[in-house]
C-alpha cells in the first residue's frame, strides 16, 4: 500500500455530530471512504455524514 492511514481516524470536523471514529480500516471504509486516485488509494479524512452536508 502507498498510502499510510493512521488509525484510529478521527473525523476532524469540528462540527461533527457524529464523532465519527474508526478503528479499522474496514470502519474506514465503511465510515469515511476511499478515494481512488491516480497514484494510488487516499482516504477521506471527513466522515460521510459531514461531507454529505457540505
Ligand atoms: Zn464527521
Not at 481516524?9 to 470502519?27: D, F, K, L, Y
Not at 477521506?44 to 457540505?54: D, G, H
Amino acid at each position: 500500500m502507498s498510502n499510510i492511514i493512521k488509525l484510529p481516524h478521527r473525523c476532524p470536523n469540528r462540527n461533527c455530530e457524529h464523532h465519527t471514529e474508526a478503528s479499522t480500516h474496514r470502519e474506514l471504509d465503511e465510515k469515511f471512504g476511499y478515494r481512488n486516485m491516480p497514484n494510488g488509494v487516499r482516504s477521506q479524512s471527513w466522515c460521510r455524514e459531514c461531507r454529505k452536508k457540505s
